[in-house]
Structure formats: structure tokens, C-alpha cells
């Protein structure tokens, strides 16, 4: 028996709840963060009952169209990277920016060198180091698809209408109700309940959670084109693309090819820039102050989009850069857009959408499964991670803002430092930021450490403060390691710690090892990464991985190399294990690439 209810007390149309069922999990919304939690579930525990409610018929439309690379793990692991190679999206390899009229063009490519250097990832290997750009009805209705192929129980023209609490744990959520049109309503209960209904946010309005708003750009106006011209330079090609971004008074313009004749074309900017004329008049004048988008729309026409026979015009959304104050609880977790939503300018939505899903799969997989493991610690992890990612994202996107100089208006670099100051700073050179914002460094799951942005935000920092002014591809790049050269500690000390992470090649939430440096003063936080995911056997190197880093820190003496270091490990280990010393190769490397140790030839020379 259900006792408290939020939202709908009432069926909408005089309908009676006359089905009552239950199910293991219910996802609210069928987007790409519902698809890609329901699909992992289903993976993990192919017996559950999983139930997608999703509002609407798919295909839809939906904004949102520029996709990045750090989301191809999760893709390849729910098994759509094929689909969507299929689909005929144009393939996106980086991006130009020109921000500021009076400098030059800011542009590189993801795809050849920064994307690699930073990701270092071995899991799994042979993944596109590109990514696409989406027309979103289609790309959403492949992760519909796969749900259903997978086993999912997807609802369409379902809708959401209110949350049911258990009577006995009255902050327990429960279940849900829902509406389905031409239909009866119903009630599904559950053990969890998963809000992925995007900007609706639903479970959180019935929850009344807090929110935190960011005053960036907080409405845009949109439209589609056909026949526009493909300019090199700009945006590459079809096989090899680029999304353009332009800065203009009331704000910047995105440029997505997302066909080979169709592009979306969009002005993000604020409501109060918006008085005294339409949005229609708003998006032409702006046109006109990126005369690269006029050029490449001249003899284009504009088009509705996809899904509609409604004559083309200028689609208008609104009031997106937020974060919930709270992302899970007893019986429920926030993903995907309902969780947070940073700003357009990162294209950044859609990974975090399909990364977070997989912490959220993984978390429900490991209360489900892993007894072992405090649900209090795992819910507590996914809310401290994505505070730590949503954070890293606003500082790249309030840089952007701040920077976005046209000599019209200050009001962007007021709110930009506004945002700013409730965001970490991180205080990159533009092209540091550009290279680590393109890579998408910043979704940085710890657990796997993918070089730069294994550190978190204050080991970025000194990561950064440190780099050469070199060009962009010798950035990041890890510096070879001479591994018979002896490795030179950098730091006066250091801490052990935990903290609870989980991965794209593991189902569940693990406890792992995390080590705080105090160099000249500054403690530096790292998150050595161990699992290997190629491997067969994780939880051995999950299990080994504290002594793993305990006894590599201990044999950096100074005196010796990597290798003295790794033979050393295999005497403490009792024989050679491949695996123990691939992660200590890796994370005497890891220390490198952020100076936490230095060649002794190096430092020799530097104290000349
Ligand atoms: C102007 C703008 C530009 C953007 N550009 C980009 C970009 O270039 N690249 C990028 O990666 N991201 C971009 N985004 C963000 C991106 O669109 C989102 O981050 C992404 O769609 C989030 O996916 P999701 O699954 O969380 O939510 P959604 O994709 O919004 O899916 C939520 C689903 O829930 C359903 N739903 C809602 N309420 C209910 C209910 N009560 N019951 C049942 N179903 C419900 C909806 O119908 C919908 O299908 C942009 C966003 C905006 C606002």
C-alpha cells in the first residue's frame, strides 16, 4: 500500500488507475540518458524487469546535436557505436571558434592528437577517436531501439504524472504514476525509479529539491537550413567535420552541420536581450554579426524541423544552466539533463547524459548486488563526482563567456564571473583550455584516470601551471618514460585516502585507493588509475590496488627507475603479475605527465 503521493493526486481525463504492476526499475523519460540506464540494467541483470516511460512517439525532435568523442565507451558498450556509424551522421573531428571578431580563428581537430594523448584509454580498444553530428529523432530512436532489443519494457506515449513514497520509509520513493495516452492510467512500483525526463525534471520538482541556477546564456532560438554551403575552413567536411561557434553582441552562434544539405543553426543569448522585437528579428540581426554562418547560409533555405508539417521558424528554449542540489536518495537517482545541465557552448549534454547513465546503472547494479558495498558511500560518490564534473564544466563554460569579447556588452563577463565564483576556477591560457575542452578531459571518471583528467580540478590546476607554452599537440602528450632512468619525487608528502568510483569497464561501484600530494605548499589530489578493463579478472586489481600504489609510492626513492621499481613489485608480489605491473608502469607515468616525479637527468639539468 502506497501512502504519499506527489504531483497528480488526480487522473487527468476522468481516468481511474486501474493498473497497478510493479517492475524492478523505472526509467522516467526514453532520451539518451534513460535509454543508455535501462539498457545497462537490463546487461547487468537480465532477468529484471526494466520499464521505460517515455511522453512521446519517437522519432521526435529534440535539440541538442553536437556529440563528443569521451562519449564513446559508453556507446560502444550498450552496442550502438555501429547503428550510429550507419545512420549517415556527419563524422565531427573538433571544432572552430571565432570568438572574438578581432582575433584570429581558434581551431583543432579532437580527432588527430589531442583526443588520443589525453584519453590514453585501453579500454576498449579500436574505439572512433571521432565523434558525430546528430540529427537527435534519429540518434534518440537508435537508443530506443537497442533499449527494446536488449529486453527494456519501453512505454512510449506514456507519461509520468507523480511519484509514490513508500509508508514505511516515507523518503523511500516507491514508484510512480503514469498516463498512457488513449489508455488507462497506472501505477508501477519499483525498488528504483530513475528521473531521466531531461529539462522537465520531474522527479525532482515532486521530490522539491533545491536548485542551483547559473546566470550564463539562458535562452536560444533556433532554426534549420537546407542547402547551406559547406566552407573548408570553418567546418570541414562531411567525413571530417567541425561544429562552428561565433561570437555576437547578445551572445554566440552554433553552426552544426547535421546532413550533408541540413544544418542547425543557433543563437544562445538572454531573455531581457530579447525586448522590443521577435526572436525571428533577434536571430536575423545576430546573423548579420557572424558574417561566416551569413555566408554559408546564403541560398539556403530555411526548413522546419524533422518531425513536423508545420511551416519553418525560429524554435525557441529556455532557463537550462542548473544543478539539483541533491542527485540521489533512498529508492531514486537523477540523470542526464534532469541531474544538471551545464550550457550549449560545451556540447557537452549528451556525454554527460550517456557517462552519468553509466555511473547511475552501475550504482543501482551495485545496490542491487554488491552487499558489501554501503549504498550510503555510492550515492554519496555519484553526487560528489558530478558536483566535481558539473563543476569543471561550468569553469570551462563561464572561460568561454568571459571571453566572449565583442565590445558591446559587459553584461556576459559580469555573470560569467558570478558563475565563476560558485564554480572551481581554472585559470588556463586559451590554449590549454581549448585543448582540454575539445577532449572533453573534464567528464574525467576517475576510476580509469584518463591522464589529465584523472587528477580533479586542483591537480588540473597544478597540471597546468606547469605545462610549457608549447603548441597544442605537444601538451599533453605524456612525456616518454626512460624507465631505467631513476624517477625523482617532485612532492614533499603525501596521504592515502579512498573514494568510491566506478568505470565504463566494470557494472558496479568500487572502493579504491586515492592518494592527496603536498607539494610546495599545495595539496594536489590523484586518483591513480588500476583497473585494467581488458583484463578478465577486475576485482583482483581492485583488491590489490591499495598495496599497488602503497609499495610503488614507497620504492620512488629517487634512486631508482621504473623498472628497479617494477622488479621490486614483483619480489612484494611474490612473482611477476602483468597486470601489477602494468598499473604501476601506468601510474609512475601518470606522476610524470604532472611532474609529480621528474627524470633525475632532468632535474640535473634544471639545477644548472
Ligand atoms: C539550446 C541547447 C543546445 C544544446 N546543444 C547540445 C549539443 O550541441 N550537444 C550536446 O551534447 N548537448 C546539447 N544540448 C543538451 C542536450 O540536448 C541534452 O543534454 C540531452 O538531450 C540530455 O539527454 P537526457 O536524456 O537527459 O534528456 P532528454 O534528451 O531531454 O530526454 C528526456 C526525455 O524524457 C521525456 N519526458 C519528459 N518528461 C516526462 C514524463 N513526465 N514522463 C515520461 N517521459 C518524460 C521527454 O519526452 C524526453 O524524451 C543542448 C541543449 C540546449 C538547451
Given amino acids: 500500500m502506497i501512502s504519499r503521493v506527489a504531483g497528480a493526486t488526480r487522473h487527468r481525463l476522468g481516468m481511474e488507475s486501474n493498473v497497478s504492476e510493479s517492475a524492478d526499475a523505472v526509467v522516467v523519460g526514453g532520451g539518451p540518458a534513460g535509454c543508455t540506464t535501462a539498457i545497462l540494467l537490463k546487461r547487468y541483470n537480465p532477468a529484471a524487469h526494466i520499464v521505460v516511460l517515455e511522453k512521446d512517439l519517437f522519432p521526435r525532435h529534440h535539440v541538442g546535436e553536437s556529440t563528443l568523442p569521451d562519449a564513446n565507451a559508453v556507446l560502444h558498450k550498450i552496442g550502438v557505436i555501429d547503428a550510429l556509424n550507419r ?105 528504483h525509479i530513475v528521473d531521466a525526463s531531461g529539462q522537465a525534471r520531474a522527479l525532482s520538482r515532486w521530490l522539491r529539491l533545491g536548485i542551483d541556477k547559473f546566470p550564463l546564456g539562458d535562452t536560444a532560438l533556433y532554426r534549420y537550413y537546407e542547402g547551406f554551403r559547406w566552407n573548408a575552413d570553418l567546418i570541414g567536411s562531411f567525413f571530417d567535420g567541425k561544429i562552428f561557434f561565433a561570437s555576437v553582441p547578445r551572445g554566440w552562434m552554433w553552426f552544426i552541420p547535421i546532413g550533408e544539405h541540413t544544418a542547425s543553426v543557433g543563437l544562445v543569448t538572454r531573455k531581457s536581450f530579447l525586448a522590443g522585437g521577435t526572436p525571428a528579428q533577434a536571430f536575423d540581426e545576430e546573423v548579420e554579426h557572424a558574417p561566416e554562418i551569413a555566408d554559408m547560409l546564403s541560398g539556403a533555405a530555411q526548413v522546419s524541423h524533422a518531425y513536423t508539417d508545420e511551416p519553418a521558424q525560429t524554435y525557441v528554449v529556455q532557463d537550462w544552466t542548473y544543478r539539483n542540489e541533491r542527485l540521489a536518495g533512498p529508492g531514486w537517482y537523477l540523470v542526464g539533463d534532469a541531474a544538471a545541465f551545464v550550457d550549449p557552448i560545451l556540447s557537452s549534454g549528451l556525454n554527460l547524459a550517456h557517462n552519468c547513465a553509466l555511473l547511475v546503472a552501475n550504482a543501482i547494479n551495485t545496490e542491487w548486488n554488491c552487499p558489501d558495498v554501503p549504498v550510503a558511500a555510492v550515492r554519496e560518490g555519484y553526487e560528489g563526482l ?91 602528450h605524456r612525456p616518454d618514460m626512460d624507465v631505467d632512468s631513476p624517477l625523482v619525487p617532485r612532492f614533499d608528502r603525501y596521504e592515502l585516502g579512498a573514494y568510491y568510483g566506478s568505470h565504463v569497464g566494470t557494472d558496479r561501484w568500487w572502493r579504491l585507493p586515492s592518494v592527496t600530494f603536498e607539494c610546495e605548499g599545495r595539496r594536489v589530489p590523484f586518483y591513480p588509475s588500476i583497473l585494467e578493463s581488458e583484463d578478465d579478472d577486475e576485482l583482483l586489481l581492485v583488491d590489490l590496488s591499495e598495496s599497488i600504489v602503497v609499495r610503488t609510492l614507497a620504492h620512488l626513492d629517487g634512486k631508482r627507475g621504473a623498472n628497479q621499481v617494477a622488479r621490486a613489485l614483483q619480489q612484494d608480489f611474490g612473482g611477476f603479475d602483468q597486470r601489477v605491473h602494468r598499473s604501476a608502469m601506468k601510474l609512475m607515468h601518470n606522476l610524470l605527465t604532472v611532474k609529480l616525479l621528474e627524470p633525475a637527468a632532468r632535474t640535473a639539468a634544471d639545477a644548472k
Fill in 87 to 191: 545512420a549517415g551522421f556527419p563524422i565531427k573531428c573538433g571544432l572552430t571558434y571565432k570568438w572574438r571578431h578581432d582575433r584570429p580563428m581558434f581551431t583543432d581537430l579532437f580527432s588527430k592528437g589531442v583526443h588520443p594523448n589525453l584519453q590514453e584509454r585501453t579500454y576498449p580498444r579500436g574505439l572512433p577517436d571521432h565523434s558525430w553530428q546528430v540529427e537527435r529523432g534519429k540518434y534518440d530512436e537508435i537508443l530506443l531501439r537497442r533499449a527494446r532489443e536488449v529486453g527494456v519494457d519501453v512505454r512510449e506515449q506514456t507519461q509520468v504524472v507523480g511519484a509514490l513514497f513508500d509508508p514505511d520509509e516515507p523518503e523511500r520513493l516507491a514508484g510512480v504514476r503514469y498516463e498512457r495516452r488513449g489508455q488507462a492510467a497506472g501505477e508501477l512500483h519499483a525498488r
Fill in 386 to 476: 558530478y558536483r566535481e564534473i558539473y563543476s569543471s564544466f561550468l569553469s570551462m563554460a563561464t572561460w568561454w563567456y568571459e571571453r566572449r569579447d565583442t565590445n558591446i556588452s559587459d553584461w556576459w563577463k559580469e555573470a560569467a564571473k558570478q558563475a565563476r565564483n560558485r564554480s572551481t576556477v581554472v585559470n588556463l591560457s586559451d590554449r590549454e583550455v581549448f585543448l582540454a575542452f575539445t577532449a572533453g578531459y573534464v567528464t574525467d571518471f576517475r576510476f580509469f584516470n584518463i591522464g589529465a583528467g584523472g587528477f580533479g580540478a586542483q591537480g588540473l590546476n597544478y597540471i597546468f601551471d606547469n605545462l610549457p607554452d608549447q603548441p597544442i599537440q605537444e601538451k599533453l
